[in-house]
């Protein structure tokens, strides 16, 4: 697979306003009390990110990112968050008690990011523009019908395992 | 340092940092259950991100097919984490980490 062009892949107004989006939605996701409030920003989150996908030209992904994460998984949240919403819980500590430790551990994980960005952002090199395909779903489906096959039963048998562990999970009597 | 206007692939990879650093201090210090669930679920949200900017750098679809299936992976896992959660809900009404400590000795 060879490198092409550098892609150039969005105006930067869009790009700021989506990474801020997904910066705002994420800190509200951590720092609300109300777990509904932090279920609605992730949605939020997963909402401007699909736009990102689509900036990156991923379609495909990105209607599997609402469709399915925005979609399936955060109304799995909202629906187990109504099971289990006590009102008691709104008026406890919401930090636990390590939170000094985890904030350092955190702040520990940043400087290695900003180490690693700035030793390694020399390796991306400039390059020219492309155009940008318009078959990624084909393309997608192509490789997931063909060289990933095995990996997609995989996946299904996953899914599959899971349904019945969450099944045997959440039931009354076994 | 780059320019801020020219968005490239690194603007993508700083923003995936970003939201891993957010999920990170998500899991760490909140004590409500299905909120960390959720920052577990912004951390796969921003590998899947530096997985589709790579992808578009080298031009095949290779990222993009590991982001479905680090989606698929995500919805097994916040199903059965749910279930654990509703089955723990069950015995002790208390849906925070602290109190999860029936098997403290």
């Keep these: 697979m060879n490198p092409v062009a550098e892609p150039a892949l969005a105006t930067p107004f869009f790009f700021y306003l989506l990474s801020g989006l997904m910066l705002i939605g994420g800190i509200l996701v951590i720092t609300r009390k109300n777990a509904v409030h932090s279920a609605l920003a992730l949605i939020v989150t997963l909402l401007a990110q699909s736009a990102i996908y689509l900036m990156l030209y991923a379609p495909f992904v990105a209607g599997v990112q609402i469709i399915l994460y925005a979609g399936g998984i955060m109304v799995l949240f909202l629906f187990v968050i109504m099971l289990v919403n006590i009102d008691r819980a709104l008026k406890e500590r919401q930090f636990n008690r390590q939170w000094l430790v985890g904030m350092a551990a955190a702040t520990a994980l940043g400087g290695l990011f900003i180490a690693v960005y700035a030793r390694g952002k020399a390796i991306f090199p400039e390059r020219i523009l492309t155009t940008a395909e318009g078959n990624n779903t084909q393309r997608v489906a192509d490789m997931l019908y063909g060289p990933y096959m095995f990996a997609f039963e995989i996946a299904s048998l996953l899914l599959l395992v899971a349904i019945i562990g969450a099944v045997v999970m959440a039931k009354k009597r076994i | ?105």
């Design chain 2, 1 to 105: 340092m780059e320019s801020l206007l020219h968005i490239t692939t690194l603007h993508y990879l700083v923003l995936g940092a970003a939201l891993f650093l957010l999920g990170v201090i998500g899991v760490l210090t909140r004590r409500n259950v299905v909120i960390v669930l959720m920052s577990i679920e912004l951390i796969l949200n921003a590998v899947n991100l530096n997985l589709i900017a790579f992808s578009r750098f080298w031009g095949g679809v290779h990222g993009q097919i590991f982001a479905i299936f680090v989606i698929t992976d995500a919805a097994a896992e916040a199903a059965v984490g749910l279930g654990i959660l509703i089955a723990f809900f069950r015995n002790k009404e208390t849906v925070n980490v602290d109190e999860v400590n029936l098997l403290k000795w």
